[in-house]
């Protein structure tokens, strides 16, 4: 049985309910956060509150819980009654419900829903690396709010899947932004690990904000500038972040290799780093 968080009551999921006139639902006016949890820890917790308490104050939408403690403690039970030690959460809040008009309703309380979900670790992934196409990034201009509003991502995504590729990594202006769903990295000859910076452009995503921390704890190069498609054919590895997957190997782009096409030292010395800082971080 796996119970969800529903406006402040935990229910079984398949009892949940949320209105018709859910804005998320009738406009995607929310935003969301996925977070990870191992040993039942909350990883980058305020990394992650950070960041779905400014994607709210950019849509002007309530903050249904004011107190970060408290939903730390609401995440936390959650985790308790799915009986899990591992896995993530999905946390999203809308404007609330009301008479469908494009327009902000005058008083209204937001929605919110919290559920945990697993996915199946592969292995092979991270052992063998991915193959990501390139494609136009076609989103709005503030890809830095976590909007529930995934249109373009989901398509993209499935595009990429239908044919053979993991991800898809996309471009505007002739600069790599970053994927559907994941932050893009390239590493240079010269040893320099290259990303995106942080602007509206994409998502600032919490593993790669965490693994920017790794990065210049262990004084490697770091250059956060847009990369072309010429950078990702001259680059000598790629990888790419999310809180699903950590960090992966990206080892062709559209069929084509980067290096040898096996996943780099550098991208493995990272994997490791950032598998002892999540076990710092359970460990206190
Ligand atoms: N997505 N960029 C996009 C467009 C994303 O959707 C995500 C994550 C990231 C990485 O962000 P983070 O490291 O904070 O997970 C970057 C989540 C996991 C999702 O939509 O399921």
């Given at each position: 049985m796996s119970i969800c968080y529903v406006n402040g009551s935990f229910e079984n999921k398949s009892d949940a309910m949320i209105s018709i006139q859910d804005r998320g639902f009738n406009f995607s006016d929310g935003v969301y956060e996925v977070m990870s949890f191992s040993d039942k820890f909350l990883i980058n917790f305020n990394k992650h509150i950070i960041r779905l308490n400014r994607s709210l104050e950019n849509l002007k939408i309530k903050k249904p819980i004011i107190n970060t403690k408290s939903l730390r403690i609401i995440l936390q039970k959650l985790i308790k009654l799915n009986n899990l030690n591992d896995g993530y959460l999905y946390l999203q809040i809308t404007r609330g419900s009301s008479t469908r008009n494009h327009l902000f309703p005058k008083s209204v309380m937001p929605n919110m829903v919290i559920f945990t979900f697993t996915v199946k670790y592969d292995e092979n992934l991270i052992n063998k690396g991915v193959n990501i196409r390139l494609t136009d990034?076609?989103?709005?201009?503030?890809?830095d709010i976590k909007s529930i509003s995934l249109l373009p991502n989901v398509l993209e995504k499935q595009r990429a899947f239908q044919n053979g590729f993991y991800e898809s990594w996309q471009i505007k202006n002739k600069f790599i932004t970053e994927g559907s769903t994941s932050n893009a990295f390239i590493i240079n000859k010269d040893n320099t690990i290259q990303t995106h910076p942080i602007?509206?452009?994409?998502?600032?995503g919490v593993t790669r904000d965490s693994v920017i921390e790794i990065i210049k704890k262990n004084e490697l190069s770091l250059k956060e500038k847009a990369f072309t498609v010429s950078d990702l054919n001259s680059c000598k590895e790629a990888f790419l972040t999310s809180t699903t997957v950590k960090i992966l190997p990206v080892i062709k782009f559209d069929n084509s290799k980067i290096g040898d096409g096996k996943p780099g030292k550098t991208t493995k010395t990272l994997i490791q780093k950032y598998d002892d800082f999540i076990k710092s971080q359970i460990n206190g």
């Open positions: 990034d076609i989103r709005w201009g503030r890809c602007n509206n452009l994409i998502l600032g």
